[in-house]
Nanobody
Framework: QVQLVESGGGLVQAGGSLSLSCAAS????????MGWFRQAPGKEREFVAA????????NYADSVKGRFTISRDNAKNTVSLYLNSLKPEDTGVYYCAAATKYDIARMAEDDFYDYWGQGTQVTVSS
């Protein structure tokens, strides 16, 4: 089992920045691929970013590419998401997820992930 706890959400004006953190506990953290997803009110959950367990491969949704950065620290059992140049359409609940399997082709799919955090709210005002 893996437990994931997100933190760092909040309210920010458009153009601002936030950093989210996901603390993992349980099984060996370095064995997993990690991802971030988000869900806006009335919409389906969507992929944001993911990083392979070795830290040598990252993938971003086109909507956040160049603005968001995913980074993991295996020694601290954390994965962070840095959100810059925020837009109102970035508003939503952000979820951290961990996968026990390795398949680069599926890292943007939510059913690839086995464990999920409870989510943290990000609200961007215009």
């Amino acid at each position: 089992q893996v437990q994931l706890v997100e933190s760092g959400g909040g309210l920010v004006q458009a153009g601002g920045s936030l950093s989210l953190s996901c603390a993992a506990s349980g099984r060996t953290f370095s064995s997993y691929a990690m991802g971030w997803f988000r869900q806006a009110p009335g919409k389906e959950r969507e992929f944001v970013a993911a990083e392979r367990w070795a830290g040598d491969y990252t993938n971003y949704a086109d909507s956040v590419k160049g603005r968001f950065t995913i980074s993991r620290d295996n020694a601290k059992n954390t994965v962070s998401l840095y959100l810059n140049s925020l837009k109102p359409e970035d508003t939503g609940v952000y979820y951290c997820a961990a996968a026990t399997k390795y398949d680069i082709a599926r890292m943007a799919e939510d059913d690839f992930y086995d464990y999920w955090g409870q989510g943290t709210q990000v609200t961007v005002s215009s």
